[in-house]
């Protein structure tokens, strides 16, 4: 309960009390009565409202620890997380920065939450920024949340800036993909990619996949769409700046915000809708 909620069961329950004790003709017994009730009625108030605010701060608490960003991504992480009242206080410590912006996204996309601290710190053991660990860590990331390009079946290696690419593509299309992406992320200079491309007698029967790629969809909420398209967008170079509002409903994902030109618009609804989760995206960011 807040501050407000309980200032104005206090002005309700003194009026009443000032209205029975100098307006209403009864007698002094039936008066000490009907005050003894207001003094109940008040504080099952007060405590109905305080067990409301405990169910909903559990149940958001439940929903962060439920959602798909946290199993896939954070279920092994020592993340903390404590709801009072709306505000979500997040505490604990990840190796990467990409699964701090995520702990936030998905607390920060709840029904309820009304604020997020967010005091995960990065743990000693965290890579320095722009070393051969840190960019591979930032590429393998970035194709993990993408689903036309294969983050687990590809092999990310690094060495002074240049990344290289090993594993097989479905086709060249996704293996083109893999390093239009990775080129992307913030310290890559250049991407070898040596990705070999599975026979067409290999490929994945299409109706097949689809029926697995609606299954996924499915399984996936909108709390947490948002908050993989949000850090998407954050770890590619090229629209890492721009300052983006990002909101799902059943999948489909509404972008708004400010860019500078039709490239960087086409680009951000390019690469929100290759997250995984997304069935279409409504680009209202306007130019600048």
């Not at 909620?5 to 009443?16: A, K, R, S, Y």
């Not at 604020?115 to 970035?142: F, G, H, Q, R």
């Not at 299309?173 to 990705?195: C, F, I, P, S």
Request: charged letters at 25%; one cysteine or more; proline letters at 2%.
């Amino acid at each position: 309960m807040d501050i407000i909620q309980f200032v104005i069961i206090l002005i309700v329950v003194g009026f009443l009390l000032w209205l029975v004790n100098n307006y209403i003709p009864m007698d002094r017994k039936i008066k000490q009565i009907l005050n003894i009730v207001v003094v109940i009625a008040a504080s099952l108030c007060l405590t109905g409202i305080a067990l409301f605010a405990s169910e909903s701060d559990d149940w958001i608490e439940s929903s962060i620890k439920k959602s798909y960003v946290f199993k896939r991504y954070l279920k092994d992480e020592n993340i903390r997380i404590q709801s009072k009242d709306g505000a979500v206080t997040l505490t604990g410590s990840v190796f990467e920065d990409s699964q701090r912006s995520l702990a936030h996204g998905i607390a920060a996309n709840q029904p309820g939450v009304k604020s997020v601290d967010n005091k995960i710190e990065l743990k000693k053991e965290t890579p320095a920024v722009y070393s051969d660990a840190w960019l591979m860590t930032k590429v393998k990331t970035t194709l993990l949340f993408h689903r036309n390009v294969s983050g687990t079946a590809t092999e990310v290696f690094a060495e002074n800036g240049t990344i290289t690419l090993r594993g097989e593509a479905s086709g060249t299309a996704q293996k083109d993909l893999a390093t239009e992406y990775a080129l992307d992320v913030d310290g890559v200079k250049t991407v070898n990619n040596m990705m070999t491309v599975a026979p067409s007698s290999m490929a994945p029967d299409p109706a097949k996949k689809a029926e697995k790629d609606d299954t996924v969809v499915e399984s996936i909420d909108d709390a947490s769409i948002s908050a993989l398209v949000k850090t998407t967008l954050l770890y590619h170079r090229s629209t890492s700046s721009l300052n983006i509002i990002v909101s799902t409903k059943d999948g489909m994902v509404k972008l708004k915000g400010i860019v500078n030109n039709a490239a960087e618009k086409d680009l951000a609804g390019k690469l929100a809708s290759d997250v995984h989760g997304v069935t279409s995206v409504s680009n209202d960011m306007a130019l600048n």
